[in-house]
């Protein structure tokens, strides 16, 4: 019990201190806003101006706390590209985004854990070796090139899914589908390579264990061995390790919505840093940090159920 | 000396030539090839497969691809090195300060270094890099304090645990004081986590610029390397895919070797294979 | 029906190898004895002799490992006859383990799986094997844990393995394995991460259930002192191949080949120091006599006084991570080392004798009391004049791999208190470090080497010359010689033993092995949940405990002689009780009764009684 109060209260300052390094990293690295927003050639007088109506010449600690009371109260600010108040553009981008994050782990892991296992079971023989060598060449290759490669393939050359483009699933959930299957797999793909080497690594410290050969001297079949003893002490360790690969997604899914022209939160942050809307930035930055560490702490919670040890302690 | 038996199988071997070939590369290609073969211009024979005359084929501006890659690679490997060069500068000292003192001085770097690992480090070198306005230098800038949590992190554990070894105890009571403690004893026994993990980020680091690049920020024209290669094919894909496939190429051999050169390197100097007689 | 006649595994030429870097290594080779039906069989070697290859073999389970039997035949009786266990298919194999053939490790604190409850791990043995439904195994389950005589079954069988101790849990890998009624169970050094208490009630456990189902049992040990406890017969092994085997009485009394004997000379045995009036060092085979033993002074003069000195640990939890409780690791211990003697503190696990020595030369610092080496005290010292302080002390530790830096040479970690402490340099200092290795007999070859080049006991005796470079006036050896094999040990300690008469050095002897501390020490001193409830000379502690938990810590040891059984039916120990207090809690001073003089017994009632 404690210990969820703890991780709880812990999240709560690390979430202060996500909002405080974004505001920093936007506001004290170089750059002047108005410029951005005006241009370069601007009138120096209409640049004064804009920055007084902006608040840029009040202490920064005055903009932070203007910034975060606004996060508090609704108000998300405006963005500068778009013309439009951020926060229902972060919600719908969100949702658009989770999609795409929920499929590709979804699939990497179905596919994943079987392989590792495998190739955990057959240490150095072909099995071992083909996972291996798949899973090497999987992480070892950009997330963009997978999905060129997807494009390249299933939308140029066979036709069967749309290379581009977004479809909210509360119109059409088919459609959207079909839009996310193509980015979720260009992800997937990468994730995959990824967890597979993780989990092979995992089983293959759990196979070394004592207890798995006092459960073979016990006369135990190797399936139930393997499956049933090492793999249960298994998920906890991987489970981690997809959690933290969580936040890994959300930085590759500006790369591969923007290649797919998918406009979830990855197309979004790229819109903002591309045309230095400093408000989108904050706000999607900030967003992107809180919803990478909430994963964190999930997975830290799911922890409890998972092993008994920190259940009863 | 024998080659420690990591390297003597295929993939550390294949792992091992692979990167000095790529190092070769970045260091001799810009002495022995021109810049202009690289950058000439040949329209009638631009978006040509692979020829004789161009044997990786040519890009939209009828450059040669091959010439393009291999200067591309002294960019790409220069802008890596120096980021996780960066990030070592930084992390280490961090790290080690943060695990041998322990306690409040930990707690608190250790809490600003979990705050820097909620921002996806893409995300962070490509904030950074925006920030400051996309250049070479600011590349190298980003991707290296967006790397230096994940350094950080991981010397802090390994300082902890050399720190509680008896070794450091005994080295303590033989009179040591904490700078010749964390000179001659820690440090040396951090250094093969840094290395292997310095390999892993260098791999991170070349896919870090190629993506920052493919997005327009990082390097920019004219300087070449292999990101903005890939992203400068982005509209030719349909007729002229190895204008895609050359650089993507090009970074996969540079990754993998890294990668099965960092596993191979990870198995080498594993502690546990020290001390076992 | 078994014949009674016939052996139950019959182990003929037996050859097992395992892939190594350059070829194959032969883990195994030659060896062949007999297991009678109902007969214990110890099999007896150091580290390396390839006795727990053996046992594995015996189950096949040795392929898992990545080993290969490669020669020979194990042949095992069954009901349909004799099965060559070496050759048989993985599906009778699997038949055969948990069922006939049931088998015991060495950690039980790994033996469990830790995600699942006792029940599950309990049953699904039995289901396999017996067919038995979920309710029906579950009552056997019951059974069996009561059987091993553990308290509160019914509860232990909803827990976890993280929620009992090393000592139940061994009890319930003991249930397991005896599920099925095996007719052989195999022991693969069961009691060697246990404390001797615990290890006393394990042994009885296994000698009563043997007595009571007729099984068999394959004990692999490196302990003399256990072998001469349990075994009908012994198999001394070395370096894989087979040295002797006979009827343990005699190998104990008339061993025939040259390594049993030496491995029976290196053996502390427990009442062999009666009437010696200080430490002697071992008699050894095959390796040089002792140059010199140390002699108690005709004055004694204090070197080292410890008074009142409390150790607490503080234990951090609930909201916000704040101290909730203490651990009192020492409370209220004084003593004193005369020079030129050897002070011993044993004690089980927990009980604080670790704590004691660090907090001596403040690597962990002490709540409160006072030390004095020579008069002066160190406990006030601040990190400048502690440091020059460990002039005079120093620490040799329990870990012989972990206690050198990987990444040095042993000269220069051997020069390093010279230089630190400017006491040599140049050519003076390369003749003080070869004089040094020259003293703890190692070849001067040695000091460019680095640390993995060297065995354990090597590596050891390059902590000691670390440790005598300074020429210190006490070293405190926390465990030194627990990490080592017999024959190893004995050289060490006689080393220190020379060293001590030649040199004059104190020793602080902190161990749990009573046997070795007979042996090497002027006094001795027994801890209990961090206090010191015994302390007198050795021969007054050993010959005449007189406090309960000494007492029952003496009955728990087992001793060297087959002729001495000492295994009584049923023992329980109560177990150790948690030094864990809440903030604030206060526990009372120590207070002694003096028995005759220099004896002193801890008055407050604490300790372990037999039940």
Request: charged share 20%; aromatic share 6%; hydrophobic share 45%.
């Given at each position: 019990?404690?210990?969820?109060?703890?991780?709880?209260?812990?999240?709560?300052?690390?979430?202060?201190?996500?909002?405080?390094?974004?505001?920093?990293?936007?506001?004290?690295?170089?750059?002047?806003?108005?410029?951005?927003?005006?241009?370069?050639?601007?009138?120096?007088?209409?640049?004064?101006?804009?920055?007084?109506?902006?608040?840029?010449?009040?202490?920064?600690?005055?903009?932070?706390?203007?910034?975060?009371?606004?996060?508090?109260?609704?108000?998300?600010?405006?963005?500068?590209?778009?013309?439009?108040?951020?926060?229902?553009?972060?919600?719908?981008?969100?949702?658009?985004?989770?999609?795409?994050?929920?499929?590709?782990?979804?699939?990497?892991?179905?596919?994943?854990?079987?392989?590792?296992?495998?190739?955990?079971?057959?240490?150095?023989?072909?099995?071992?070796?083909?996972?291996?060598?798949?899973?090497?060449?999987?992480?070892?290759?950009?997330?963009?090139?997978?999905?060129?490669?997807?494009?390249?393939?299933?939308?140029?050359g066979l036709g069967w899914l749309p290379s581009s483009g977004f479809v909210d699933p509360g119109e059409d959930v088919l459609g959207a589908f079909r839009h996310a299957l193509l980015p979720s797999l260009a992800l997937g793909l990468g994730l995959m390579?990824?967890?597979?080497?993780?989990?092979?690594?995992?089983?293959?410290?759990?196979?070394?264990?004592?207890?798995?050969?006092?459960?073979?001297?016990?006369?135990?079949?190797?399936?139930?061995?393997?499956?049933?003893?090492?793999?249960?002490?298994?998920?906890?360790?991987?489970?981690?390790?997809?959690?933290?690969?969580?936040?890994?997604?959300?930085?590759?899914?500006?790369?591969?919505?923007?290649?797919?022209?998918?406009?979830?939160?990855?197309?979004?942050?790229?819109?903002?840093?591309?045309?230095?809307?400093?408000?989108?930035?904050?706000?999607?930055?900030?967003?992107?940090?809180?919803?990478?560490?909430?994963?964190?702490?999930?997975?830290?919670?799911?922890?409890?159920?998972?092993?008994?040890?920190?259940?009863?302690? | 000396?024998?080659?420690?038996?990591?390297?003597?199988?295929?993939?550390?071997?294949?792992?091992?030539?692979?990167?000095?070939?790529?190092?070769?590369?970045?260091?001799?290609?810009?002495?022995?090839?021109?810049?202009?073969?690289?950058t000439r211009m040949d329209m009638r024979a631009r978006l040509s497969p692979p020829t004789w005359a161009h044997p990786l084929g040519t890009d939209q501006l009828g450059r040669d691809l091959m010439y393009r890659v291999l200067l591309g690679a002294h960019?790409?490997?220069?802008?890596?090195?120096?980021?996780?060069?960066?990030?070592?500068?930084?992390?280490?000292?961090?790290?080690?300060?943060?695990?041998?003192?322990?306690?409040?001085?930990?707690?608190?770097?250790?809490?600003?270094?979990?705050?820097?690992?909620?921002?996806?480090?893409?995300?962070?070198?490509?904030?950074?890099?925006?920030?400051?306005?996309?250049?070479?230098?600011?590349?190298?800038?980003?991707?290296?304090?967006?790397?230096?949590?994940?350094?950080?992190?991981?010397?802090?554990?390994?300082?902890?645990?050399?720190?509680?070894?008896?070794?450091?105890?005994?080295?303590?009571?033989?009179?040591?004081?904490?700078?010749?403690?964390?000179?001659?004893?820690?440090?040396?026994?951090?250094?093969?986590?840094?290395?292997?993990?310095?390999?892993?980020?260098?791999?991170?680091?070349?896919?870090?610029?190629?993506?920052?690049?493919?997005?327009?920020?990082?390097?920019?024209?004219?300087?070449?390397?292999?990101?903005?290669?890939?992203?400068?094919?982005?509209?030719?894909?349909?007729?002229?895919?190895?204008?895609?496939?050359?650089?993507?190429?090009?970074?996969?051999?540079?990754?993998?070797?890294?990668?099965?050169?960092?596993?191979?390197?990870?198995?080498?100097?594993?502690?546990?294979?020290?001390?076992?007689? | 029906m078994l014949d009674s006649d016939r052996p139950l595994v019959s182990i003929d030429n037996l050859r097992v190898e395992f892939k190594g870097e350059d070829g194959p290594i032969v883990a195994v080779e030659n060896v062949s004895f007999t297991i009678a039906?109902?007969?214990?069989?110890?099999?007896?070697?150091?580290?390396?002799?390839?006795?727990?290859?053996?046992?594995?073999?015996?189950?096949?389970?040795?392929?898992?490992?990545?080993?290969?039997?490669?020669?020979?035949?194990?042949?095992?009786?069954?009901?349909?006859?004799?099965?060559?266990?070496?050759?048989?298919?993985?599906?009778?194999?699997?038949?055969?383990?948990?069922?006939?053939?049931?088998?015991?490790?060495?950690?039980?604190?790994?033996?469990?799986?830790?995600?699942?409850?006792?029940?599950?791990?309990?049953?699904?043995?039995?289901?396999?094997?017996?067919?038995?439904?979920?309710?029906?195994?579950?009552?056997?389950?019951?059974?069996?844990?009561?059987?091993?005589?553990?308290?509160?079954?019914?509860?232990?069988?909803?827990?976890?393995?993280?929620?009992?101790?090393?000592?139940?849990?061994?009890?319930?890998?003991?249930?397991?394995?005896?599920?099925?009624?095996?007719?052989?169970?195999?022991?693969?050094?069961?009691?060697?991460?246990?404390?001797?208490?615990?290890?006393?009630?394990?042994?009885?456990?296994?000698?009563?259930?043997?007595?009571?189902?007729?099984?068999?049992?394959?004990?692999?040990?490196?302990?003399?002192?256990?072998?001469?406890?349990?075994?009908?017969?012994?198999?001394?092994?070395?370096?894989?191949?087979?040295?002797?085997?006979?009827?343990?009485?005699?190998?104990?009394?008339?061993?025939?080949?040259?390594?049993?004997?030496?491995?029976?000379?290196?053996?502390?045995?427990?009442?062999?120091?009666?009437?010696?009036?200080?430490?002697?060092?071992?008699?050894?085979?095959?390796?040089?006599?002792?140059?010199?033993?140390?002699?108690?002074?005709?004055?004694?003069?204090?070197?080292?006084?410890?008074?009142?000195?409390?150790?607490?640990?503080?234990?951090?939890?609930?909201?916000?991570?704040?101290?909730?409780?203490?651990?009192?690791?020492?409370?209220?211990?004084?003593?004193?080392?005369?020079?030129?003697?050897?002070?011993?503190?044993?004690?089980?696990?927990?009980?604080?004798?670790?704590?004691?020595?660090?907090?001596?030369?403040?690597?962990?610092?002490?709540?409160?009391?006072?030390?004095?080496?020579?008069?002066?005290?160190?406990?006030?010292?601040?990190?400048?004049?502690?440091?020059?302080?460990?002039?005079?002390?120093?620490?040799?530790?329990?870990?012989?791999?972990?206690?050198?830096?990987?990444?040095?040479?042993?000269?220069?970690?051997?020069?390093?208190?010279?230089?630190?402490?400017?006491?040599?340099?140049?050519?003076?200092?390369?003749?003080?470090?070869?004089?040094?290795?020259?003293?703890?007999?190692?070849?001067?070859?040695?000091?460019?080497?680095?640390?993995?080049?060297?065995?354990?006991?090597?590596?050891?005796?390059?902590?000691?010359?670390?440790?005598?470079?300074?020429?210190?006036?006490?070293?405190?050896?926390?465990?030194?010689?627990?990490?080592?094999?017999?024959?190893?040990?004995?050289?060490?300690?006689?080393?220190?033993?020379?060293?001590?008469?030649?040199?004059?050095?104190?020793?602080?002897?902190?161990?749990?092995?009573?046997?070795?501390?007979?042996?090497?020490?002027?006094?001795?001193?027994?801890?209990?949940?961090?206090?010191?409830?015994?302390?007198?000379?050795?021969?007054?502690?050993?010959?005449?405990?007189?406090?309960?938990?000494?007492?029952?810590?003496?009955?728990?040891?087992?001793?060297?002689?087959?002729?001495?059984?000492?295994?009584?039916?049923?023992?329980?120990?109560?177990?150790?009780?948690?030094?864990?207090?809440?903030?604030?809690?206060?526990?009372?001073?120590?207070?002694?009764?003096?028995?005759?003089?220099?004896?002193?017994?801890?008055?407050?009632?604490?300790?372990?009684?037999?039940?």
């Open positions: 019990m404690s210990y969820i109060l703890n991780r709880i209260l812990s999240m709560l300052l690390t979430l202060f201190l996500i909002s405080a390094v974004t505001f920093a990293v936007t506001n004290i690295l170089p750059g002047d806003v108005a410029m951005i927003i005006m241009g370069t050639q601007s009138n120096p007088e209409a640049l004064a101006g804009l920055r007084e109506s902006l608040g840029l010449n009040d202490p920064l600690l005055a903009q932070y706390g203007r910034w975060i009371g606004g996060m508090l109260s609704g108000d998300w600010g405006t963005s500068l590209v778009f013309k439009e108040p951020i926060a229902p553009l972060l919600l719908q981008k969100m949702t658009a985004s989770a999609l795409i994050v929920l499929l590709s782990m979804t699939i990497a892991l179905v596919c994943a854990v079987p392989l590792g296992v495998w190739a955990a079971v057959y240490p150095n023989r072909w099995q071992d070796t083909a996972s291996s060598s798949a899973s090497l060449l999987g992480v070892s290759l950009p997330d963009f090139f997978w999905g060129i490669m997807m494009i390249l393939l299933f939308a140029r390579a990824h967890l597979t080497r993780m989990t092979r690594a995992t089983m293959t410290g759990i196979l070394n264990q004592e207890f798995i050969r006092v459960a073979r001297a016990k006369g135990l079949g190797e399936r139930t061995v393997i499956w049933r003893y090492a793999l249960a002490n298994a998920v906890g360790p991987v489970m981690t390790v997809a959690g933290l690969q969580v936040g890994y997604l959300f930085g590759s899914i500006i790369v591969v919505e923007s290649l797919f022209n998918y406009t979830g939160m990855g197309w979004l942050t790229y819109q903002g840093l591309l045309n230095r809307d400093i408000p989108l930035i904050q706000a999607t930055v900030f967003v992107v940090a809180a919803v990478v560490m909430l994963a964190n702490l999930l997975v830290d919670l799911l922890y409890v159920v998972v092993d008994p040890r920190i259940r009863l302690s | 000396m024998k080659l420690p038996a990591a390297f003597r199988n295929s993939k550390g071997m294949i792992g091992a030539v692979l990167v000095l070939a790529i190092l070769l590369v970045a260091v001799i290609a810009p002495m022995l090839i021109p810049d202009d073969w690289a960019t790409s490997v220069f802008i890596a090195s120096s980021a996780v060069l960066m990030s070592i500068v930084i992390g280490l000292p961090l790290g080690l300060i943060s695990g041998y003192v322990g306690r409040m001085t930990d707690n608190v770097l250790m809490r600003l270094v979990d705050t820097l690992l909620s921002f996806p480090a893409l995300l962070l070198a490509l904030t950074i890099s925006a920030v400051l306005g996309p250049n070479l230098q600011n590349t190298i800038i980003a991707i290296g304090i967006a790397f230096t949590p994940y350094l950080a992190r991981i010397i802090r554990g390994e300082a902890l645990r050399v720190s509680h070894m008896p070794y450091v105890e005994a080295a303590r009571t033989a009179g040591n004081s904490d700078r010749r403690l964390i000179v001659r004893h820690i440090l040396p026994n951090i250094m093969p986590a840094v290395i292997v993990q310095s390999t892993i980020s260098l791999a991170f680091a070349i896919l870090a610029e190629a993506g920052l690049s493919f997005l327009g920020l990082g390097t920019q024209p004219p300087d070449a390397s292999w990101g903005l290669m890939i992203q400068a094919s982005r509209d030719y894909l349909d007729r002229a895919p190895w204008t895609a496939l050359v650089p993507g190429a090009a970074v996969a051999l540079t990754v993998l070797g890294l990668n099965m050169f960092g596993d191979a390197l990870r198995d080498a100097l594993d502690p546990r294979s020290k001390g076992a007689s | 039906p109902g007969e214990t069989v110890c099999v007896v070697g150091e580290s390396g002799s390839g006795k727990s290859v053996t046992s594995l073999s015996l189950m096949r389970l040795v392929e898992f490992g990545g080993g290969e039997i490669t020669g020979g035949r194990l042949e095992f009786a069954r009901d349909s006859g004799t099965t060559d266990l070496a050759h048989a298919d993985p599906d009778t194999m699997r038949s055969i383990r948990g069922d006939e053939i049931g088998m015991i490790f060495q950690e039980p604190m790994t033996s469990l799986n830790p995600v699942f409850t006792i029940e599950r791990q309990m049953t699904d043995g039995l289901r396999v094997h017996r067919g038995l439904s979920a309710g029906k195994a579950r009552a056997r389950a019951l059974e069996l844990l009561q059987q091993v005589r553990i308290p509160e079954p019914e509860r232990r069988l909803k827990q976890y393995p993280h929620e009992l101790s090393g000592g139940m849990r061994q009890r319930v890998v003991i249930a397991m394995a005896m599920a099925c009624e095996p007719r052989l169970l195999i022991a693969d050094e069961p009691t060697t991460a246990l404390d001797v208490t615990i290890q006393a009630e394990i042994l009885s456990l296994i000698d009563r259930l043997k007595r009571e189902t007729g099984m068999a049992v394959l004990f692999i040990t490196h302990d003399m002192a256990v072998v001469a406890q349990m075994a009908d017969r012994v198999v001394v092994m070395f370096r894989g191949n087979l040295v002797e085997e006979g009827p343990v009485e005699e190998i104990f009394t008339n061993p025939k080949q040259d390594y049993t004997r030496a491995l029976l000379a290196a053996v502390p045995r427990l009442g062999e120091m009666r009437g010696k009036p200080a430490p002697e060092p071992m008699r050894l085979i095959g390796a040089e006599p002792a140059r010199s033993a140390p002699v108690p002074a005709a004055k004694p003069k204090p070197l080292l006084e410890v008074s009142n000195l409390t150790t607490r640990y503080p234990v951090k939890g609930g909201l916000f991570r704040r101290t909730i409780a203490n651990v009192h690791a020492v409370e209220d211990v004084s003593f004193t080392i005369n020079k030129g003697e050897t002070l011993a503190l044993v004690g089980e696990s927990g009980c604080g004798k670790s704590s004691c020595g660090r907090s001596i030369l403040r690597l962990t610092e002490p709540s409160s009391g006072q030390v004095l080496l020579d008069r002066s005290d160190i406990t006030s010292l601040n990190d400048r004049d502690l440091r020059r302080a460990w002039r005079d002390m120093q620490m040799v530790f329990q870990d012989p791999f972990a206690s050198l830096n990987p990444y040095m040479r042993l000269s220069e970690q051997v020069a390093e208190p010279l230089i630190n402490f400017q006491l040599a340099a140049g050519s003076e200092l390369k003749d003080r470090i070869a004089t040094l290795f020259d003293r703890v007999e190692l070849p001067r070859s040695f000091m460019t080497r680095f640390p993995h080049e060297l065995s354990g006991g090597q590596r050891q005796r390059v902590a000691i010359a670390r440790a005598l470079a300074v020429n210190p006036k006490l070293i405190i050896a926390d465990e030194a010689v627990s990490a080592l094999d017999v024959s190893v040990q004995a050289q060490v300690l006689n080393l220190m033993m020379e060293l001590q008469a030649e040199l004059g050095v104190s020793f602080l002897f902190i161990s749990h092995d009573m046997a070795v501390v007979e042996r090497v020490s002027h006094r001795v001193g027994v801890m209990y949940l961090g206090r010191l409830v015994e302390i007198g000379s050795r021969a007054q502690v050993f010959e005449n405990p007189q406090h309960p938990y000494t007492r029952s810590l003496m009955s728990a040891v087992p001793i060297a002689d087959p002729t001495r059984r000492s295994i009584r039916e049923d023992v329980q120990f109560r177990p150790i009780p948690s030094p864990v207090f809440p903030l604030g809690h206060e526990p009372g001073a120590s207070e002694y009764d003096e028995v005759s003089p220099g004896h002193l017994v801890l008055k407050n009632g604490l300790g372990a009684s037999v039940q």
